[in-house]
């Protein structure tokens, strides 16, 4: 089983430019999140998919969109970077049910110069 | 609104030293408790949970007990190894949720 799959591991942005952060799954699990990682703020969460279709946002969703056409993928889209979205991202899935564990991706570290 | 509040790090130990990291929350309701670990350049993962009050999650030594009245959720472990040396994470999951919601992390450094 690979798991949880994020593409790039790094990536380096000039402000204005947009790109997608990949996220794949192959546990056919529901639930699909994103977070960003900052130092002294733990992980705080940007958006979330409980199936296909459906999505909603987290605690810091501004500058971000997803969306969620299949089970196993969540990109996450930024359309403009700015310097503020310097961050580590995470990517996680669980199956049904809100006590089960999530399931961590490896991550992706993004600058925005 | 819920939240995590856990122990400043980073947290500098001997081998074989006694481990406590503190961990507290507010919540409204019953929420499951999570201790999650990341080690160098990986993502998280789960250490062990515990989602009724009295509880006690264990796994690799860790141990964490659920207590409702005092609202923490304290991760122990009685003597550890350099290969602990990680960032451990303290989260809940609110009840009739999908939300997560994570501590700051606390950085455990562990000297041979």
């Known amino acids: 089983n690979a798991g949880v799959t994020q593409t790039p591991k790094f990536q380096v942005l000039k402000t204005g430019q947009s790109m997608t952060l990949q996220c794949a799954q192959d546990m056919n699990h529901e639930y699909m999140s994103w977070y960003r990682q900052d130092p002294g703020m733990g992980l705080r969460l940007i958006h979330y998919s409980v199936g296909a279709g459906i999505t909603d946002q987290g605690e810091v969703p501004n500058g971000y969109n997803v969306s969620r056409s299949t089970t196993e993928d969540f990109p996450l889209r930024l359309l403009s970077a700015a310097p503020s979205q310097t961050s580590v991202y995470f990517c996680?899935?669980?199956?049904?049910?809100?006590?089960?564990?999530?399931?961590f991706g490896s991550g992706t570290q993004l600058s925005v110069l | 609104g819920d939240s995590v509040t856990q122990m400043e790090g980073p947290v500098t130990l001997s081998e074989e030293a006694f481990l406590t990291i503190n961990c507290t929350y507010t919540a409204t309701g019953y929420p499951s408790l999570f201790w999650y670990v990341q080690y160098p350049g990986e993502g998280l993962q789960l250490l062990l949970k515990a989602t009724k009050a009295d509880d006690k999650g264990s796994n690799k030594g860790f141990e964490a007990t659920y207590r409702k009245e005092t609202t923490s959720f304290h991760l122990e472990k009685g003597s550890v190894q350099v290969s602990d040396s990680a960032v451990y994470f303290c989260?809940?999951?609110?009840?009739?949720?999908?939300?997560?919601?994570f501590g700051t992390g606390t950085r455990l450094k562990v000297l041979a």
């Open positions: 989260a809940l999951s609110a009840s009739g949720t999908y939300k997560y919601i």
């Open positions: 996680a899935s669980s199956s049904r049910g809100t006590n089960e564990k999530l399931f």
